[in-house]
T-cell receptor, first 114, second 114 residues
Framework: AQSVTQLGSHVSVSEGALVLLRCNYSSSVPPYLFWYVQYPNQGLQLLLKYTSAATLVKGINGFEAEFKKSETSFHLTKPSAHMSDAAEYFC????????????FGTGTRLLVSP | DAGVIQSPRHEVTEMGQEVTLRCKPISGHNSLFWYRQTMMRGLELLIY????????DSGMPEDRFSAKMPNASFSTLKIQPSEPRDSAVYFCASIGGRSYNEQFFGPGTRLTVL
Protein backbone atom coordinates (compact mmCIF):
# COMPACT_ATOMS: atom_id res chain seq x y z
CA ALA A 1 0.00 0.00 0.00
CA GLN A 2 1.09 3.52 -0.68
CA SER A 3 2.30 5.64 2.22
CA VAL A 4 4.09 8.90 2.95
CA THR A 5 6.62 9.87 5.59
CA GLN A 6 7.14 13.41 6.72
CA LEU A 7 10.45 14.03 8.44
CA GLY A 8 10.29 16.53 11.24
CA SER A 9 7.13 17.23 13.19
CA HIS A 10 8.23 20.85 13.60
CA VAL A 11 10.24 23.15 11.37
CA SER A 12 11.25 26.63 12.46
CA VAL A 13 12.39 29.35 10.09
CA SER A 14 12.85 33.07 10.20
CA GLU A 15 10.72 35.33 8.10
CA GLY A 16 12.31 35.63 4.66
CA ALA A 17 14.19 32.35 4.94
CA LEU A 18 13.80 29.32 2.73
CA VAL A 19 11.10 26.86 3.70
CA LEU A 20 11.77 23.15 3.12
CA LEU A 21 9.30 20.53 4.30
CA ARG A 22 10.19 16.95 3.54
CA CYS A 23 7.99 14.17 2.26
CA ASN A 24 9.00 10.73 1.06
CA TYR A 25 6.55 8.32 -0.46
CA SER A 26 6.30 4.61 -0.85
CA SER A 27 4.37 3.39 -3.84
CA SER A 28 4.42 0.43 -6.18
CA VAL A 29 2.77 2.42 -8.95
CA PRO A 30 3.25 5.99 -10.18
CA PRO A 31 1.77 7.98 -7.35
CA TYR A 32 -0.53 10.94 -7.18
CA LEU A 33 0.86 13.19 -4.44
CA PHE A 34 -0.59 16.16 -2.63
CA TRP A 35 0.37 18.84 -0.15
CA TYR A 36 -2.34 20.28 2.08
CA VAL A 37 -2.11 23.12 4.59
CA GLN A 38 -4.14 23.43 7.78
CA TYR A 39 -4.42 26.74 9.58
CA PRO A 40 -5.49 26.71 13.23
CA ASN A 41 -9.10 25.66 13.75
CA GLN A 42 -9.67 25.18 10.05
CA GLY A 43 -9.98 22.33 7.60
CA LEU A 44 -7.29 21.30 5.18
CA GLN A 45 -6.71 23.29 2.00
CA LEU A 46 -4.96 21.98 -1.10
CA LEU A 47 -1.60 23.66 -1.77
CA LEU A 48 -0.55 21.68 -4.82
CA LYS A 49 -0.74 18.26 -6.43
CA TYR A 50 1.38 16.00 -8.61
CA THR A 51 -0.54 13.89 -11.10
CA SER A 52 2.26 12.60 -13.36
CA ALA A 53 2.54 15.70 -15.50
CA ALA A 54 5.37 18.17 -14.83
CA THR A 55 7.70 17.08 -12.04
CA LEU A 56 7.96 20.61 -10.67
CA VAL A 57 4.58 21.62 -9.40
CA LYS A 58 3.65 25.15 -8.45
CA GLY A 59 0.94 25.78 -5.93
CA ILE A 60 -0.73 28.60 -4.12
CA ASN A 61 0.96 31.14 -1.86
CA GLY A 62 4.32 30.77 -3.58
CA PHE A 63 4.87 27.13 -2.66
CA GLU A 64 6.20 24.52 -5.03
CA ALA A 65 7.22 20.90 -4.86
CA GLU A 66 9.39 18.68 -7.00
CA PHE A 67 8.63 15.05 -7.67
CA LYS A 68 11.85 13.03 -7.68
CA LYS A 69 11.27 9.42 -8.53
CA SER A 70 14.89 8.41 -7.91
CA GLU A 71 14.63 9.71 -4.36
CA THR A 72 10.94 8.85 -3.84
CA SER A 73 10.53 12.38 -2.58
CA PHE A 74 8.06 15.21 -2.96
CA HIS A 75 9.51 17.99 -0.81
CA LEU A 76 7.67 21.28 -0.41
CA THR A 77 9.59 24.54 -0.72
CA LYS A 78 9.07 28.26 -0.63
CA PRO A 79 11.93 30.69 -1.28
CA SER A 80 10.94 33.23 1.36
CA ALA A 81 8.81 32.48 4.39
CA HIS A 82 6.09 34.83 5.51
CA MET A 83 4.54 35.02 8.94
CA SER A 84 1.23 33.97 7.41
CA ASP A 85 2.79 30.64 6.34
CA ALA A 86 2.77 29.41 9.92
CA ALA A 87 0.50 26.38 9.82
CA GLU A 88 0.55 22.59 9.69
CA TYR A 89 1.42 20.97 6.39
CA PHE A 90 0.38 17.49 5.32
CA CYS A 91 1.73 15.39 2.52
CA UNK A 92 -0.66 12.80 1.10
CA UNK A 93 -0.66 10.00 -1.46
CA UNK A 94 -3.58 8.61 -3.42
CA UNK A 95 -4.06 4.91 -2.74
CA UNK A 96 -4.99 4.28 -6.39
CA UNK A 97 -8.28 2.67 -5.49
CA UNK A 98 -10.20 4.39 -8.26
CA UNK A 99 -11.47 7.07 -5.95
CA UNK A 100 -9.31 9.60 -4.17
CA UNK A 101 -8.51 7.56 -1.09
CA UNK A 102 -5.73 9.60 0.46
CA UNK A 103 -3.24 8.52 3.08
CA PHE A 104 -1.87 11.49 4.95
CA GLY A 105 1.48 11.92 6.59
CA THR A 106 1.74 12.87 10.23
CA GLY A 107 2.11 16.53 9.41
CA THR A 108 4.82 19.16 9.90
CA ARG A 109 4.14 22.27 11.89
CA LEU A 110 5.88 25.29 10.37
CA LEU A 111 6.84 28.02 12.79
CA VAL A 112 7.90 31.39 11.39
CA SER A 113 9.69 33.87 13.60
CA PRO A 114 10.11 37.57 12.87
CA ASP B 1 -20.21 28.95 -2.98
CA ALA B 2 -20.18 28.58 0.79
CA GLY B 3 -17.84 25.61 0.73
CA VAL B 4 -18.35 22.48 2.77
CA ILE B 5 -20.51 23.19 5.79
CA GLN B 6 -20.29 21.22 9.00
CA SER B 7 -22.35 21.47 12.14
CA PRO B 8 -21.99 21.77 14.99
CA ARG B 9 -18.50 23.30 15.13
CA HIS B 10 -18.08 22.16 18.71
CA GLU B 11 -19.83 19.41 20.61
CA VAL B 12 -19.33 18.44 24.22
CA THR B 13 -21.19 15.41 25.45
CA GLU B 14 -21.04 12.80 28.14
CA MET B 15 -19.98 9.22 27.69
CA GLY B 16 -22.83 7.04 26.52
CA GLN B 17 -24.72 9.78 24.73
CA GLU B 18 -25.54 9.74 21.04
CA VAL B 19 -23.71 12.24 18.89
CA THR B 20 -24.69 13.28 15.37
CA LEU B 21 -22.37 15.29 13.16
CA ARG B 22 -23.67 16.89 10.00
CA CYS B 23 -22.15 17.81 6.67
CA LYS B 24 -23.35 19.65 3.59
CA PRO B 25 -20.98 19.14 0.65
CA ILE B 26 -20.34 21.65 -2.08
CA SER B 27 -23.19 21.75 -4.55
CA GLY B 28 -22.44 19.60 -7.57
CA HIS B 29 -19.86 17.44 -5.83
CA ASN B 30 -20.69 13.77 -6.00
CA SER B 31 -18.20 12.29 -3.55
CA LEU B 32 -17.99 12.81 0.18
CA PHE B 33 -15.44 11.75 2.78
CA TRP B 34 -15.53 11.69 6.57
CA TYR B 35 -12.21 11.96 8.39
CA ARG B 36 -11.14 11.92 12.02
CA GLN B 37 -8.11 13.82 13.27
CA THR B 38 -6.38 13.12 16.57
CA MET B 39 -2.93 13.84 17.93
CA MET B 40 -2.21 10.17 18.33
CA ARG B 41 -3.45 8.83 15.00
CA GLY B 42 -3.33 11.85 12.73
CA LEU B 43 -5.86 12.16 9.94
CA GLU B 44 -7.81 8.98 9.22
CA LEU B 45 -10.40 8.30 6.56
CA LEU B 46 -13.54 6.86 8.10
CA ILE B 47 -15.89 6.45 5.16
CA TYR B 48 -16.33 7.47 1.54
CA UNK B 49 -19.56 8.00 -0.38
CA UNK B 50 -19.94 8.26 -4.13
CA UNK B 51 -23.29 9.40 -5.51
CA UNK B 52 -24.75 8.98 -2.01
CA UNK B 53 -23.69 5.32 -1.80
CA UNK B 54 -21.12 4.18 0.79
CA UNK B 55 -18.21 2.75 -1.16
CA UNK B 56 -15.53 2.22 1.46
CA ASP B 57 -16.26 2.12 5.18
CA SER B 58 -13.15 0.19 6.15
CA GLY B 59 -11.98 3.06 8.31
CA MET B 60 -15.04 3.13 10.53
CA PRO B 61 -13.61 2.12 13.90
CA GLU B 62 -16.45 -0.01 15.19
CA ASP B 63 -20.17 -0.58 15.14
CA ARG B 64 -20.78 2.42 17.34
CA PHE B 65 -20.07 4.55 14.30
CA SER B 66 -22.49 4.89 11.41
CA ALA B 67 -22.79 7.26 8.49
CA LYS B 68 -25.56 8.05 6.06
CA MET B 69 -26.01 10.16 2.98
CA PRO B 70 -29.73 10.36 2.25
CA ASN B 71 -29.23 12.83 -0.60
CA ALA B 72 -26.53 14.66 -2.49
CA SER B 73 -26.57 17.64 -0.17
CA PHE B 74 -26.48 16.07 3.28
CA SER B 75 -24.57 13.50 5.26
CA THR B 76 -24.44 12.49 8.91
CA LEU B 77 -21.93 10.70 11.06
CA LYS B 78 -23.42 9.19 14.19
CA ILE B 79 -21.70 7.78 17.25
CA GLN B 80 -23.85 5.75 19.61
CA PRO B 81 -22.89 5.33 22.38
CA SER B 82 -20.04 7.82 22.51
CA GLU B 83 -16.85 7.16 24.48
CA PRO B 84 -14.05 9.48 25.66
CA ARG B 85 -11.69 7.97 23.08
CA ASP B 86 -13.96 9.31 20.35
CA SER B 87 -12.85 12.82 21.22
CA ALA B 88 -11.33 14.25 18.05
CA VAL B 89 -11.91 16.70 15.24
CA TYR B 90 -14.13 15.24 12.55
CA PHE B 91 -13.84 16.60 9.05
CA CYS B 92 -16.05 16.23 6.05
CA ALA B 93 -14.65 16.73 2.54
CA SER B 94 -16.21 16.66 -0.88
CA ILE B 95 -14.97 16.28 -4.41
CA GLY B 96 -16.48 16.39 -7.86
CA GLY B 97 -17.03 18.25 -11.08
CA ARG B 98 -13.95 19.92 -12.46
CA SER B 99 -12.22 19.58 -9.11
CA TYR B 100 -12.13 15.83 -9.50
CA ASN B 101 -8.79 15.42 -7.72
CA GLU B 102 -9.02 18.12 -5.08
CA GLN B 103 -10.80 17.44 -1.84
CA PHE B 104 -12.48 20.47 -0.29
CA PHE B 105 -12.59 20.21 3.48
CA GLY B 106 -15.09 21.64 5.88
CA PRO B 107 -14.01 23.49 9.03
CA GLY B 108 -14.49 20.40 11.18
CA THR B 109 -16.44 19.52 14.30
CA ARG B 110 -14.46 19.33 17.51
CA LEU B 111 -16.01 16.58 19.61
CA THR B 112 -15.27 16.20 23.30
CA VAL B 113 -16.70 13.21 25.12
CA LEU B 114 -16.43 13.51 28.90
Amino acid sequence: AQSVTQLGSHVSVSEGALVLLRCNYSSSVPPYLFWYVQYPNQGLQLLLKYTSAATLVKGINGFEAEFKKSETSFHLTKPSAHMSDAAEYFCAVDQNTGFQKLVFGTGTRLLVSP
Amino acid sequence: DAGVIQSPRHEVTEMGQEVTLRCKPISGHNSLFWYRQTMMRGLELLIYFNNNVPIDDSGMPEDRFSAKMPNASFSTLKIQPSEPRDSAVYFCASIGGRSYNEQFFGPGTRLTVL
